[in-house]
């Protein structure tokens, strides 16, 4: 009570009355709830209200609407939830209104957000980014609006062409909004407008051309319109834009040359961002001198150049050029960037050797990438500190290491990709001191190291990469905090030690292609709530597999192809819900076929192939069983009785093709690739990171009798179908030919008879086509893909005929005849036989013998009318003195030559 709280930080009184007129309490790290009995709102006098920067967490009173004379109130980034209260939208003299946060925790219903804008006539800035708001924008915004915040509210359908022209409007901020679409004004920007910022990144313009006419919006001084799907070329009319800032035209399809020859507009320009389209030619030299350019993202686009002289005062920070085509050396004038923070010349065409000395000036860089180029990076003069230390991140992939003394002065690294070189040996004793304390990624895969120690002495390892190397002994153990450790492609030996299962951090474990043997540890089970991936695949691990998954897992693949493991597949692994991925082919495992399996919701890849599964394959009445399924591989094992109807019949991710299916381990895809072997097109192959769209059944090599049943032609999503080595009988289901998308169709060695459906001739997809070794006969169907299929996609059925087995098939068995059958005279033969064109024979040959009657009948008929019957009389001739040379069988069947003859 003794001190004045006029006086008070944040606190504004009226002079003549005393009054409290504004409270700003921003960024105070206030907690709680206002409610609606809150001291807060007995000032009623207040004209300013600033509470952003706290922590409430709770719903907006009612009681804000009380302060009658309120002109500005800002409530951001406080994380206040709930229905913004429509008592707010009556505080009829609010000239600004900002209720933004980080995060979506307040909605604003449509009705509320109109009835808004239409009471609300004063305002002047209004910022509600991040509200759910999930309505359109009226066209008539009030004159008045300077600033206009609506990011991320889910906004939907046309924004209106006046929104560009309102006269006071300052900055327009829509980006986020993916359901929201544009066009561009029709008539030209008006220059004497006052628009500054213009931010649209992410609403859709649906492949609209930049206009020329933003040019002559001259007060911009930032313009993003990232990933808003524009094409074409970049306007020339943008360069002259003299006031912008930043410019962000990232995430398009944006092509051809992007910079004119010359333009002195930029003088003001900080952030020229135009990665990711399909831009093309030179990098101009006066990009690199803008006086006042900071930031140069051309990231991911078709500029082939040389890369040009740097200015030497350049206040350059970050610079990412990378994914491009940029070749020859890089310019020693790199090291005039004494500003530079960042520089990405990754995955370009840079060539020539690369003296790390070229960095020793640049005492602010942090991260420098220079991976997937064909430079060779060396140390000539061998001097320990030449790189600066006040690097962070450092990756240089692919660029002929064979030693790292260079690094010795990097004692702050915190990234440091070394892979895909020749370094070999040991990594040195001085390099794990200098990383113990900072290090958290580490990558060295595909080197020549030998061995690997003092990985556990790291203080903050989150990931350490050391595949494809020649690692050998035992399995090393990194430090508890690592998160990804990747080991696989080395030559380790013994047992899997029981600590690995203190890393409790672990998410993903890739232990692959190595020669680890004995059993699994039982406690890999107990770390399953984190761990995501587990990969032994190709190791000599044996035993019963004993580890218990508990419920709640959060195991998404699970890999041990081509090991040496028995008994039966444990049942907890019901208990892994997430899991996508499973592969245990190639083992020992004795036991039926786990239908408890088809429980787990979001399994897409089941590989059981080459073990000891056994017994008919039997289905519950459930519906729901293996609903995700993509991949199913059983095949080497003695699996009998019929195919499983009641399984197929559950495969709905079979029987739709849907290209908007995430790929298995989408969420681990940065540190993890999965990898499935199967055998399609007749070649065994590893697929790497599964693919959404790739979809397999592969059954073969086991006991499976009776019939195709016809419902596989509803499994149209399938690319592969293999059904070979079985003991299946009766025909091809004509329903077969469904499968549009179906590459390769393996049905050999079974027991199959009938013909082959000519419904199978319209798969355009097909390119592997396997019918071997059956009981089939009749017409081989003719098609654009069966014509390029050979003798052994048939051999082993004696009944089939025509291409490429033999010559085309009759329509129809032709009967005997006897020798009393009219014989042509020598004359009559060459008349009419010269008459009949070889067009007619040759598509005779293609469409078969009625066809070839027909065409015959159209082009002679009307010259001699008899001349048809004495024709069909001499073919019956020809056929019936060949045919008693043939087996009944092939009676129908007529080689080219001897039609080419006729």
């Known amino acids: 009570m003794s001190r004045d709280c006029c006086l008070w930080?944040?606190?504004?009184?009226?002079?003549?009355?005393?009054?409290?007129?504004?409270?700003?309490?921003?960024?105070?790290?206030?907690?709680?709830?206002?409610?609606?009995?809150?001291?807060?709102?007995?000032?009623?006098?207040?004209?300013?209200?600033?509470?952003?920067?706290?922590?409430?967490?709770?719903?907006?009173?009612?009681?804000?609407?009380?302060?009658?004379?309120?002109?500005?109130?800002?409530?951001?980034?406080?994380?206040?939830?709930?229905?913004?209260?429509?008592?707010?939208?009556?505080?009829?003299?609010?000239?600004?209104?900002?209720?933004?946060?980080?995060?979506?925790?307040?909605?604003?219903?449509?009705?509320?957000?109109?009835?808004?804008?239409?009471?609300?006539?004063?305002?002047?800035?209004?910022?509600?980014?991040?509200?759910?708001?999930?309505?359109?924008?009226?066209?008539?915004?009030?004159?008045?609006?300077?600033?206009?915040?609506?990011?991320?509210?889910?906004?939907?359908?046309?924004?209106?062409?006046?929104?560009?022209?309102?006269?006071?409007?300052?900055?327009?901020?829509?980006?986020?909004?993916?359901?929201?679409?544009?066009?561009?004004?029709?008539?030209?920007?008006?220059?004497?407008?006052?628009?500054?910022?213009?931010?649209?990144?992410?609403?859709?313009?649906?492949?609209?051309?930049?206009?020329?006419?933003?040019?002559?919006?001259?007060?911009?001084?930032?313009?993003?319109?990232?990933?808003?799907?524009?094409?074409?070329?970049?306007?020339?009319?943008?360069?002259?834009?003299?006031?912008?800032?930043?410019?962000?035209?990232?995430?398009?399809?944006?092509?051809?040359?992007?910079?004119p020859q010359f333009t002195s507009g930029l003088q003001n320009l900080k952030r020229l961002w135009l990665s990711n389209n399909t831009l093309n030619g030179a990098i101009p030299s006066w990009v690199f001198s803008l006086p006042s350019l900071s930031e140069l993202r051309l990231r991911d686009n078709n500029f082939s150049s040389q890369l040009e002289d740097f200015r030497y005062n350049s206040v350059l920070v970050h610079i990412d050029i990378s994914k491009n085509q940029l070749h020859g050396y890089l310019p020693e004038s790199i090291q005039n960037l004494v500003n530079l923070e960042i520089l990405d010349l990754s995955s370009n065409s840079f060539s020539g050797n690369v003296d790390v000395s070229l960095f020793s000036n640049l005492k602010q860089l942090s991260s420098l990438d220079l991976s997937y180029n064909s430079i060779s990076l060396i140390n000539e003069n061998k001097v320990n500190s030449t790189l600066p230390q006040s690097l962070q991140h450092l990756l240089l992939s692919g660029c002929e290491i064979n030693e790292v003394d260079f690094l010795r002065s990097a004692k702050g690294l915190q990234e440091l990709d070394l892979s895909n070189n020749k370094i070999q040996g040991r990594i040195?004793?001085?390099?794990?001191?200098?990383?113990?304390?900072?290090?958290?990624?580490?990558?060295?895969?595909?080197?020549?190291?030998?061995?690997?120690?003092?990985?556990?002495?790291?203080?903050?390892?989150?990931?350490?990469?050391?595949?494809?190397?020649?690692?050998?002994?035992?399995?090393?153990?990194?430090?508890?905090?690592?998160?990804?450790?990747?080991?696989?492609?080395?030559?380790?030996?013994?047992?899997?030690?029981?600590?690995?299962?203190?890393?409790?951090?672990?998410?993903?474990?890739?232990?692959?292609?190595?020669?680890?043997?004995?059993?699994?540890?039982?406690?890999?089970?107990?770390?399953?709530?984190?761990?995501?991936?587990?990969?032994?695949?190709?190791?000599?691990?044996?035993?019963?597999?004993?580890?218990?998954?508990?419920?709640?897992?959060?195991?998404?693949?699970?890999?041990?192809?081509?090991?040496?493991?028995?008994?039966?597949?444990?049942?907890?692994?019901?208990?892994?819900?997430?899991?996508?991925?499973?592969?245990?082919?190639?083992?020992?495992?004795?036991?039926?076929?786990?239908?408890?399996?088809?429980?787990?919701?979001?399994?897409?890849?089941?590989?059981?192939?080459?073990?000891?599964?056994?017994?008919?394959?039997?289905?519950?009445?459930?519906?729901?069983?293996?609903?995700?399924?993509?991949?199913?591989?059983?095949?080497?094992?003695?699996?009998?009785?019929?195919?499983?109807?009641?399984?197929?019949?559950?495969?709905?991710?079979?029987?739709?093709?849907?290209?908007?299916?995430?790929?298995?381990?989408?969420?681990?895809?940065?540190?993890?690739?999965?990898?499935?072997?199967?055998?399609?097109?007749?070649?065994?192959?590893?697929?790497?990171?599964?693919?959404?769209?790739?979809?397999?059944?592969?059954l073969s090599s086991n006991k499976f009798e009776g019939h195709i049943p016809s419902m596989m032609g509803d499994l149209i999503a399938l690319r592969v179908l293999n059904l070979s080595h079985n003991g299946l009988q009766g025909p091809i289901p004509p329903s077969l030919g469904k499968l549009s998308v179906v590459e390769s169709l393996d049905l050999s060695s079974n027991k199959l008879s009938g013909e082959i459906p000519k419904q199978l001739a319209s798969l355009t997809s097909l390119a592997v086509l396997n019918l071997s070794h059956n009981h089939l006969e009749g017409c081989i169907p003719k098609g654009p893909q069966f014509a390029t299929f050979e003798n052994n996609s048939y051999e082993g059925n004696d009944g089939l005929c025509g291409f490429p087995v033999s010559g085309a098939c009759g329509s129809h068995q032709i009967p005997e005849t006897n020798n009393t059958t009219f014989v042509p005279d020598e004359e009559s033969d060459s008349t009419f036989l010269s008459e009949l064109s070889w067009k007619v024979v040759l598509m005779g040959c293609g469409c078969g013998l009625i066809m070839g009657f027909s065409i015959a009948y159209v082009m002679l008929s009307s010259r001699n009318p008899n001349w048809l019957s004495r024709i069909a009389e001499h073919l019956e001739y020809r056929i019936s003195m060949r045919s008693r040379k043939k087996q009944q069988d092939q009676m129908h069947c007529i080689e080219e030559e001897e039609i080419m003859a006729i």
């Open 9 to 259: 930080d944040g606190v504004k009184c009226d002079e003549l009355t005393g009054h409290v007129i504004e409270l700003d309490l921003s960024c105070s790290s206030l907690v709680g709830t206002i409610d609606s009995n809150s001291s807060l709102f007995r000032l009623s006098y207040l004209q300013r209200l600033n509470l952003s920067g706290n922590n409430f967490f709770s719903v907006i009173s009612s009681k804000f609407g009380s302060f009658s004379s309120l002109t500005h109130l800002d409530l951001s980034y406080s994380s206040f939830l709930g229905e913004i209260p429509s008592e707010i939208f009556h505080l009829s003299k609010l000239q600004s209104l900002i209720l933004s946060d980080y995060h979506i925790g307040l909605r604003l219903e449509p009705h509320n957000f109109k009835l808004l804008l239409q009471n609300l006539t004063q305002l002047r800035e209004l910022d509600l980014s991040r509200v759910n708001i999930s309505s359109t924008i009226p066209p008539n915004l009030s004159s008045r609006l300077t600033s206009l915040g609506l990011a991320y509210t889910g906004l939907h359908g046309i924004l209106p062409e006046s929104n560009f022209h309102l006269p006071s409007l300052k900055v327009l901020n829509l980006i986020g909004n993916d359901q929201l679409s544009g066009y561009f004004p029709k008539t030209k920007w008006n220059s004497s407008a006052s628009l500054a910022k213009l931010n649209l990144d992410g609403v859709n313009f649906s492949g609209e051309l930049l206009p020329d006419s933003l040019g002559y919006a001259t007060p911009l001084q930032i313009l993003s319109l990232s990933s808003c799907n524009l094409t074409g070329p970049i306007p020339k009319s943008l360069w002259n834009l003299t006031r912008i800032e930043t410019l962000d035209l990232g995430n398009n399809h944006l092509d051809g040359p992007t910079f």
């Open 428 to 698: 040195p004793d001085w390099a794990w001191s200098n990383w113990m304390h900072s290090m958290a990624y580490l990558d060295l895969s595909d080197n020549m190291l030998t061995s690997i120690d003092q990985i556990s002495s790291f203080y903050q390892l989150y990931s350490i990469d050391l595949r494809s190397n020649f690692l050998q002994g035992t399995l090393p153990i990194p430090p508890t905090s690592v998160e990804t450790f990747f080991i696989s492609n080395n030559s380790l030996t013994g047992e899997i030690p029981l600590s690995v299962c203190n890393l409790t951090s672990l998410i993903v474990l890739d232990l692959a292609r190595n020669s680890l043997k004995g059993a699994i540890p039982h406690c890999l089970g107990n770390m399953s709530d984190q761990l995501e991936v587990l990969d032994m695949q190709h190791n000599s691990l044996s035993g019963n597999l004993q580890t218990t998954f508990s419920f709640g897992s959060g195991l998404k693949s699970f890999n041990l192809h081509h090991n040496k493991l028995e008994g039966k597949i444990p049942k907890s692994l019901a208990n892994c819900t997430q899991l996508e991925v499973l592969d245990f082919g190639n083992n020992y495992l004795n036991d039926t076929f786990p239908m408890w399996l088809g429980t787990l919701p979001n399994l897409q890849v089941l590989s059981l192939r080459s073990n000891k599964l056994h017994g008919p394959i039997r289905t519950s009445s459930s519906s729901k069983l293996f609903p995700q399924l993509r991949m199913l591989d059983l095949s080497s094992n003695a699996f009998t009785a019929e195919l499983p109807t009641s399984l197929f019949r559950n495969l709905k991710a079979m029987r739709r093709i849907d290209q908007t299916m995430k790929a298995p381990g989408d969420t681990t895809q940065t540190y993890y690739q999965d990898s499935v072997t199967i055998v399609t097109k007749g070649l065994e192959l590893k697929v790497v990171r599964i693919l959404s769209l790739y979809t397999t059944m592969d």
